[in-house]
C-alpha cells in the first residue's frame, strides 16, 4: 500500500494538471447527478419489528382517514372565547384556513360535534388538515393571513406541529463559515504561510462539495433525515482539514530535508498519507458498524456520514498531491508576519518536555487523567433517552407557545397521546372487548382521559386515543406506557383474538431505545472488534489495540457525561441556548460513539505511528514515546483545533439535536487530544515499555506487513509506474 500511495503522490508531483482535471469532472459530474436525481432530506421514521411501528402500519393500511397530515392553531385569550365578535373572528379565521393550499380540511373549534374550548373557556383549537407532510413557509404565510381577523380582535395565535416549524426564523450563523475561520486562524499559527494554510480548507472544501452532492443523490434513491446531513457536514469538513494537516506537514518536513518536489510529495503521501488511509478506513468502520442498530434512519446516518469520511479522504491522498504538485516549493511562500516557524521534531518544545515528566511518572499522571474521566464519566449513570418535541424549542418560537398552551390548557399529556389500536381479527367479541378495553383504560394509573373507539370501515381495526396524566418526556409518562403494555390491555383482552398494540410519539421513542439497548453489546462488540483489528493490523501489535480501545472508552464515556450533564440535567445549558432539560436522543449515543471512537483512533494512528517509527529505529521504548509525541504535538494539536472549532460551530443551530452532538463531539475530541492522548496514551505506553509491540510468533507470519515508516518504498518511479498512472488518469479525465 504504501508504494501505490508513493506511486500516486510522485506522479501528482509531475502531472498535477490531469489528477486536478480528474477531480474537476468527477465533482462536476456528480454535481450534474445531484441536480437531476438528488432529493431534499426525508424524516421518515420507522422501526421494523416492533409494536408502535406494527401498529402505526396497520393505522396507515387499513384507517387512512386517521393518518392524513394535521397541525392545530391555537386561539388563546385570557379574556376568553365566548363572545359572539370573538367567536366570529375565529371562524372567520377556520373559513379562511380552510381555503388555503394543499388543505384538506378546517375544523372550528366550535363545532358542536367535537368541539375543542378549554374548561375555563380561554383556549380552543382549529385542526387544519393538508394533503401532504411537507408544509412550506408559503403556506405558514398563508395561514397567519388567515388568522389575521382573529388576531385584530385581541386573540393570541399559535401554530404547532409542521405549520409551526414552517414558520421562517431568523437564520442562524453559518456553522461551516466559524468552523472554517477558526480553522484559517490555527493554520495561520501552524504553518505561517498563506499558501500552506489555504492547500488544506481547498482540499477539505473540495471533498466536502462533492460530498454534499453525494448526500443529495443518496436522499434521492433512500429517506436521508437532515440530522445525517447536519453530522456528514461536521464530519467531511472537521476530517478533511485534518487529514490534509497531516500530509501536508509531512511533504513540509521531506522538503526541509532536501527532498525534490514530486520525492517529497511520494513519501509524504506513502508514510503520512498512509496513517491518513487506515485512520480514515477505521472511522468508516466504525461508523459502518451502525448497521447492527435495528433501525433503518440509524443505519442511513452511518453510511451519510461513512460516504463523507471516504471522499475527503480520497481527497487527501489524491487531490492533495495534486495541489502540491502545482504549488511546487511556493508551499511555504507568502510568510505571515510576527509568527515564527520551529522545526518539527523540537526536543525543547513544550509537548516534548511534557511528555518526558509524563513518561517519568506514568503512575501518578496517569491516576490523575483516569480520575478526572471517570468524574465526567459519571452522569451517564442518570442518562434518560428521549426524541426532543416542541418543549424544547425556544420559548419565542410559536411551536414552543402553542406547546405551553396546550399544557396549561388541557393537560400536560394533551402534546403526548398514546394510541391504542385493536387488532380484531375477526373475533365474535370484538364489541364486548373493545369496551371492556376502553373501561380498563379510564380507570388506569396515569390516564387522564380515554376517547371513544373508533373502528374502521372494515371494523377489523379499532383506535382508542389516551391521554396520559404526565407530558410526553417525563419517567410517569413511559411507566404508564409499560403499565398499559403489560397488565391493563392483557388483562381486558383476556382470552379474546382481539390483538392490542401501543403506538404514538412516547410509544415509538420507548421502542427505539430499547431497540438500541438490546443491540448496543453486538453494536460495541463489532465496533471495537473490527477497530482492534484494524490497528492490529497497522501497528503488528496485540496491546496497542487493546489499549487504544481502553481509553477510547473512557474518552466517549466522559464526553457523554458532559453531554447529560449539560442537556439533561440543564447544567449551563442556557449559555447555548438550551431552555430546561433536555432528554438525550436515542439515536445520539449510538452515533456519537461509532463516529468519537473512530476519530480517537484517528490520533492513535497518526501519534502511534511516529513512535512506532522511533521505536524501529534506536529500540529506546520511552525515548520513542518522547519522540513521537514531540513530532506530532504540534500537528495533532493543530487538527485538534480545527475539529473542535467546527463541532463547536454547530452548537449554535437552531436545532436542539445539533447543538446535543456539538457539545458532544466536540467536548470528546477536546479530552481526547489532551488528557488521553498527552496523559494517558505516554503514561500507558511508558509502562508497557518494549512489550507494547509484542506480537505472538504465528500471528506475525499471518499478518501482511504493513510500513508505515515508508522505508521501503522505492525513490524512483518504473516506466511501469507511470502508464499505469497515466492511464488511468487519461480515463477519468
Do not use: C
Request: no cysteine.
Amino acid at each position: 500500500m504504501s508504494r501505490i500511495l508513493y506511486r500516486i503522490g510522485h506522479f501528482s508531483g509531475r502531472h498535477p494538471w490531469r489528477i486536478l482535471a480528474a477531480w474537476v469532472v468527477i465533482g462536476i459530474s456528480v454535481f450534474m447527478l445531484s441536480s437531476s436525481i438528488g432529493g431534499s432530506p426525508d424524516e421518515s421514521f420507522d422501526i421494523p419489528g416492533a409494536e408502535s411501528q406494527r401498529a402505526a402500519d396497520a393505522v396507515t393500511d387499513r384507517f387512512p382517514e386517521e393518518t392524513v397530515y394535521t397541525s392545530n392553531v391555537i386561539f388563546h385569550s385570557d379574556k376568553g372565547l365566548d363572545d359572539p365578535a370573538t367567536k366570529a373572528a375565529i371562524e372567520q379565521s377556520v373559513t379562511e384556513l380552510a381555503e388555503g393550499h394543499k388543505v384538506v380540511s378546517a375544523t372550528s373549534p366550535y363545532d358542536p360535534r367535537g368541539p375543542t374550548l378549554s374548561e375555563d373557556g380561554k383556549t380552543a383549537f382549529a385542526t387544519v388538515a393538508y394533503d401532504s407532510d411537507k408544509i412550506e413557509a408559503s403556506q405558514f404565510k398563508e395561514a397567519s393571513a388567515a388568522t389575521k381577523a382573529a388576531r385584530d380582535a385581541g386573540v393570541q395565535v399559535e401554530y404547532d406541529g409542521g405549520l409551526g416549524y414552517a414558520k421562517a426564523e431568523a437564520a442562524a450563523p453559518s456553522s461551516e463559515k466559524i468552523g472554517i475561520l477558526v480553522a484559517i486562524v490555527v493554520l495561520a499559527v501552524a504553518f505561517g504561510s498563506l499558501v500552506a494554510l489555504s492547500i488544506p480548507i481547498v482540499t477539505a472544501l473540495f471533498g466536502l462539495l462533492i460530498g454534499v452532492s453525494s448526500l443529495s443523490i443518496m436522499s434521492g434513491m433512500i429517506a436521508v433525515p437532515e440530522i445525517a446531513n447536519i453530522v456528514g457536514m461536521m464530519l467531511g469538513l472537521g476530517v478533511g482539514i485534518d487529514y490534509a494537516l497531516f500530509i501536508l506537514s509531512r511533504h513540509r518536513q521531506n522538503l526541509d530535508d532536501g527532498m525534490t518536489v514530486p520525492e517529497a510529495i511520494g513519501q509524504a503521501n506513502s508514510t503520512a498519507g498512509l496513517s491518513v488511509l487506515f485512520a480514515g478506513v477505521t472511522v468508516i468502520v466504525a461508523i459502518a458498524g451502525l448497521q447492527v442498530s435495528g433501525v433503518p434512519m440509524m443505519t442511513v446516518m452511518g453510511w451519510a456520514s461513512a460516504l463523507m469520511v471516504l471522499i475527503t479522504m480520497l481527497a487527501a491522498i489524491t487531490l492533495l498531491p495534486a495541489i502540491l504538485g502545482i504549488v511546487k516549493t511556493k508551499v511555504n511562500a507568502a510568510k505571515i508576519p510576527f509568527i515564527k516557524q520551529r522545526p518539527a521534531n523540537d526536543p525543547s518544545s513544550g509537548s516534548a518536555r511534557w511528555a518526558a515528566r509524563v513518561v517519568k511518572h506514568p503512575v501518578r499522571y496517569g491516576i490523575v487523567a483516569t480520575v478526572i474521566l471517570g468524574v465526567l464519566a459519571a452522569p451517564v449513570f442518570s442518562m434518560r433517552l428521549g426524541f426532543t418535541d416542541a418543549s424544547n424549542d425556544a420559548s419565542s418560537t410559536t411551536t414552543r407557545k402553542a406547546y405551553d398552551i396546550m399544557a396549561d390548557s388541557y393537560g400536560p399529556g394533551f402534546n403526548g397521546e398514546l394510541v391504542v389500536v385493536l387488532e380484531t381479527h375477526g373475533a365474535a367479541d370484538t364489541d364486548a372487548t373493545v369496551a371492556r378495553v376502553s373501561k380498563a383504560l379510564a380507570s388506569a394509573k396515569g390516564v387522564d382521559s380515554v376517547d371513544a373507539p373508533t373502528f374502521n370501515k372494515g371494523k377489523d381495526l379499532a383506535i382508542i386515543g389516551v391521554k396520559p396524566t404526565s407530558a410526553p418526556q417525563d419517567a410517569e409518562t413511559s411507566d404508564t406506557l409499560h403499565r398499559l403494555r403489560d397488565t391493563v390491555l392483557p388483562d381486558a383482552i383476556g382470552d379474546s383474538k382481539v390483538e392490542p398494540m401501543v403506538t404514538g410519539a412516547t410509544a415509538m421513542s420507548e421502542d427505539v431505545s430499547n431497540r438500541l439497548q438490546d443491540r448496543m453489546p453486538w453494536f460495541l462488540g463489532a465496533v471495537i472488534g473490527l477497530s482492534f483489528l484494524v490497528l492490529m493490523l497497522v501497528f503488528r501489535s496485540v496491546l496497542v489495540p487493546l489499549k487504544a480501545a481502553v481509553l477510547n472508552l473512557l474518552s466517549v464515556g466522559a464526553a457523554y457525561g458532559v453531554v447529560v450533564a449539560v442537556f439533561q440535567w440543564g447544567w449551563a445549558a442556557n449559555l447555548i441556548g438550551v431552555e430546561g432539560s433536555v432528554p438525550i436522543m436515542p439515536l445520539a449515543p449510538m452515533l456519537m460513539f461509532a463516529i468519537l471512537f473512530g476519530l480517537s483512533m484517528d490520533y492513535e494512528v497518526f501519534l502511534l505511528s511516529r513512535v512506532r517509527e522511533q521505536f524501529t529505529r534506536h529500540g529506546d521504548a520511552k525515548k520513542a514515546i518522547v519522540e513521537g509525541v514531540a513530532t506530532t504535538g504540534r500537528v495533532i494539536t493543530s487538527a485538534a483545533l480545527i475539529m473542535i472549532s467546527v463541532f463547536a460551530s454547530f452548537i449554535l443551530m437552531a436545532d436542539v439535536t445539533a447543538k446535543m452532538f456539538g457539545v458532544g463531539l466536540a467536548v470528546a475530541v477536546l479530552l481526547d487530544v489532551t488528557l488521553v492522548r498527552m496523559v494517558l496514551v505516554p503514561s500507558a505506553m511508558s509502562l508497557l515499555g518494549a512489550r507494547a509491540w509484542w506480537l505472538p510468533k504465528w500471528l506475525d507470519r499471518l499478518l501482511p506487513n504493513i510500513d508505515l515508516e515508508g522505508g521501503h518504498v522505492e525513490t524512483k518511479l518504473t516506466e511501469e509506474d507511470e502508464k499505469f498512472l497515466e492511464e488511468d488518469t487519461r480515463v477519468l479525465v
